[in-house]
Every structure is written in structure tokens, then in C-alpha cells.
Nanobody, 125 residues
Framework: QVQLVESGGGLVQAGGSLSLSCAASGRTFSTGPMGWFRQAPGKEREFVAAIRWSGGSTSYADSVKGRATISRDNVKNTVYLQMNSLKPEDTAVYYC??????????????????WGQGTQVTVSS
């Protein structure tokens, strides 16, 4: 059974930093991308960042570009998201996602086959 388990969420002051982790178990995602999405209260889930497993190329939402870094550890089957210069509008539940293969764009939720339960990130002003 495939599981994605996020960790690292919490409360942080504006301007601070946070590092999220997502550990995958049950299979390795050696061909498809992994990514992060987020959902704020009353809003739709939105793309944050993604990384292709092969080659490590990345993609970021404009809202986090320059402030976020996604990386992965193939041995640990884990993907990370480092967020800096956090803003109150970054407050959301952050979800990890993994795909077996890339069928659509990296920013499309339809690309991903598996999702984590989410971890809350709250940025206070």
C-alpha cells in the first residue's frame, strides 16, 4: 500500500522559514514526478512546486518562485520543500503528491496518483 507522509508543518512568523518533508512508502517513484500543493480555507487546491524524479528538473508556482526550493532524495524516497520569506498568504494545508508517470503538466492535480494527508502551515503576521 502506497503512503505519502508529510511532516514539518507548524506555526511560523512572517519572514521566517519552514521545511516540509514527504516520505513515500509502498513503492518507489523512480519515473514520475513528485510535487507539493496547498489549500487555504475557502480556496481551491493550488500547485506549489514539483520535481521530476529523473533529472531533477523543477517547476514552481509564480507565488512561491524565488522563495521555495523543492528537492528529493531518491535513496530515501523523500521529497522536500524549503520555504523562505514566508507570508501570511502562505497559510494553508500543504499536500504532497506523487505520480507513477507524467501524463499532464507538473502543475495539474490530475497528473498525480497518490496524495498525502496534508500538513498545516500557519504564518502569523
Amino acid at each position: 500500500q502506497v503512503q505519502l507522509v508529510e511532516s514539518g508543518g507548524g506555526l511560523v512568523q512572517a519572514g521566517g522559514s519552514l521545511s516540509l518533508s514527504c516520505a513515500a512508502s509502498g513503492r518507489t517513484f523512480s519515473t514520475g514526478p513528485m510535487g507539493w500543493f496547498r489549500q487555504a480555507p475557502g480556496k481551491e487546491r493550488e500547485f506549489v512546486a514539483a520535481i521530476r524524479w529523473s533529472g531533477g528538473s523543477t517547476s514552481y508556482a509564480d507565488s512561491v518562485k524565488g522563495r521555495a526550493t523543492i528537492s528529493r532524495d531518491n535513496v530515501k524516497n523523500t521529497v522536500y520543500l524549503q520555504m523562505n520569506s514566508l507570508k501570511p498568504e502562505d497559510t494553508a494545508v500543504y499536500y504532497c503528491a506523487a505520480a507513477l508517470i507524467q501524463r499532464y503538466g507538473l502543475g495539474s492535480p490530475q497528473t498525480y496518483d497518490y496524495w498525502g494527508q496534508g500538513t498545516q502551515v500557519t504564518v502569523s503576521s
